[in-house]
């Protein structure tokens, strides 16, 4: 049953430190998004690659947020410096060849910034 | 704009319930449609889809059906049952920008008491 996998399922840090968030989409999949969910905001796309190649990023603050797929069945997710409001927990989804739309998600990654 | 609209929960039934939840999309042009769910700490799951006007999508004795001239993809189950208890994301495809990512709805929660 193959899954989409996140690593760590949970992190709690202080403001200012780096959080890297990882996750292994299905294989074979060749689009990953990731997400942010809040009660507030709900589900904020903040990255989408295919291929490896960024597509769009437009949604992730860029002053302290990079995404990264350093090969096909790793995409990465920085946060560096971290502060309390990235509280959130983070979803990684990805995407089979033809049908993108469809979109397989991982567990997630609950983040909690002191 | 393009845009979901979902009610806002949360949506309390008692066990055999009929349940109705909203749902209505603003797009240029025929979008794909879908409904997610989001078990209690897990990440969302595809539940049902439909690509074309009038096409019905089911699954687990959820259905929704597509419809243009309301502009609306409103979920139904006839009787549901404690473990339907979730939240359920409405979502549509986008087709300008990001071609391949997904447009979802604020989600609805939904508690099914015994």
């Known amino acids: 049953d193959a899954r989409v996998t996140q690593t760590p399922r949970h992190k709690v840090t202080e403001m200012g430190q780096e959080v890297t968030m990882r996750c292994q989409p299905i294989?074979?999949?060749?689009?990953v998004f990731w997400y942010r969910q809040t009660m507030m905001q709900g589900l904020e796309l903040l990255a989408y690659f295919r291929n490896r190649a960024p597509l769009d990023d437009s949604g992730m603050p860029k002053d302290r947020f990079s995404a990264e797929m350093p090969d096909a069945t790793l995409a990465t997710l920085k946060i560096q410096p971290s502060e309390p409001r990235d509280s959130a927990v983070y979803f990684c989804?990805?995407?089979?060849?033809?049908?993108?739309?469809?979109?397989?998600f991982g567990p997630g990654t609950r983040l909690l910034v002191l | 704009g393009n845009s979901v609209t979902q009610m806002e929960g949360p949506v309390t039934l008692s066990e055999e319930a009929f349940l109705t939840i909203n749902c209505t999309y603003t797009a240029t042009g025929y979008p794909s449609l879908f409904w997610y769910v989001q078990y209690p700490g897990e990440g969302l799951q595809l539940l049902l889809k439909?690509?074309?006007?009038?096409d019905k999508g089911s699954n687990k004795g959820f259905e929704a059906t597509y419809r243009k001239e309301t502009t609306s993809f409103h979920l139904e189950k006839g009787s549901v049952q404690v473990s339907d208890s979730a939240v359920y994301f409405c979502a549509r495809s986008n087709y300008g920008g990001s071609q391949g990512n997904l447009i979802f709805g604020k989600g609805t929660k939904l508690s099914v008491k015994p």
């Open positions: 989804a990805s995407g089979f060849p033809g049908t993108e739309e469809t979109q397989y």
């Open positions: 439909a690509t074309k006007a009038d």
């Open positions: 294989l074979g999949h060749n689009t």
